[in-house]
């Protein structure tokens, strides 16, 4: 005779799963609805519910907005910051970890110590810096700073990856007369590639979402970015919400775009390098 064990179902462990499911669906869901909307309906109906007429008047009136100039400094923003945050950081993380002595560990130190300084209590000192160097109202205006405030969490997770590497790799390349150029490029960047993924969206995420570097250093709108385009649909009395939130659906798809390409790197990425 089977005997069927009694199930034990975590109640409350699903209503907190359904809660928070729920927490993130229904403000999305909103978005996408509401951007499908006509101004005159944003007051008139409940709004979760889906609209009467959909329209896409407010997608119509993003793109007449110079939105795709926005988008376009935004990407190359993101691309360049990116970029040079990898060149900077693979370096570093690779010279940190390779040289194990006091020198190495005294400079890891000093650059996990920007994680303890928050981006607000610079921004006049960083502004100074950018008037002196001439680069105030310039994309590069936003792409150096963000360089640098990237660098330190960036280094820390490449660090901890490179070290996870089994010293015996880099002995037997020594050991054939690879240069530590060849053993950087041939070993431990191939060996960190899930990591390297990682920190790329991870800081083209908050280049992508950065709001306080455009403000401050920033002034015209040819050198707009995706953040401060939204402004565009406040008027002196009224705001155009389907417009912003149509603005904020077609900002999110290239990031998305770059998160779905490179998910199973990232998730990889998030769940190795730290078992030391």
């Excluded at 009694?6 to 109640?11: D, L, M, P, V």
């Excluded at 330190?152 to 007369?177: H, K, Y």
């Excluded at 919400?241 to 290239?254: E, M």
């Amino acid at each position: 005779m089977i005997r069927i064990k009694n199930k034990q179902y975590n109640i409350v462990g699903g209503f907190l799963g359904w809660f928070w499911f729920a927490l993130i669906v229904i403000p999305i869901y909103y978005i996408v609805v509401t951007s499908l909307r006509d101004q005159s309906e944003i007051y008139s109906q409940n709004p979760l519910s889906l609209p009467k007429h959909f329209t896409f008047a407010a997608y119509g009136r993003v793109f007449a907005n110079d939105f795709l100039l926005y988008i376009g400094n935004t990407l190359f923003v993101t691309i360049v910051t990116v970029a040079l945050i990898l060149l900077v950081t693979v370096m570093a993380a690779y010279a940190i970890t390779r040289r194990a002595d006091a020198g190495a560990r005294a400079i890891y130190k000093v650059i996990i110590t920007g994680l303890a300084i928050p981006m607000q209590a610079t921004i006049i000192p960083v502004y100074y810096l950018i008037i002196q160097m001439g680069l105030y109202d310039t994309l590069w205006a936003i792409i150096l700073p963000s360089v640098g405030f990237a660098i330190p969490i960036t280094v820390m997770i490449l660090c901890n990856f490179l070290r996870d590497i089994p010293q015996s790799l880099f002995e037997a390349m020594e050991v054939d007369g690879a240069t530590e150029w060849k053993i950087m490029w041939r070993l431990a960047i191939p060996m960190i590639k899930p990591a390297i993924i990682t920190v790329s969206i991870y800081d083209a995420l908050q280049v992508w979402n950065g709001f306080l570097f455009p403000l401050i250093l920033t002034q015209s709108s040819s050198n707009r970015v995706i953040t401060l385009s939204l402004w565009a649909f406040q008027g002196q009395f009224t705001v155009d919400i389907p417009g912003i939130l149509a603005a904020v659906v077609v900002s999110v798809i290239p990031i998305l775009t770059a998160y779905i390409i490179g998910r199973k790197q990232m998730v990889a990425g998030l769940t190795a390098g730290f078992s030391k």
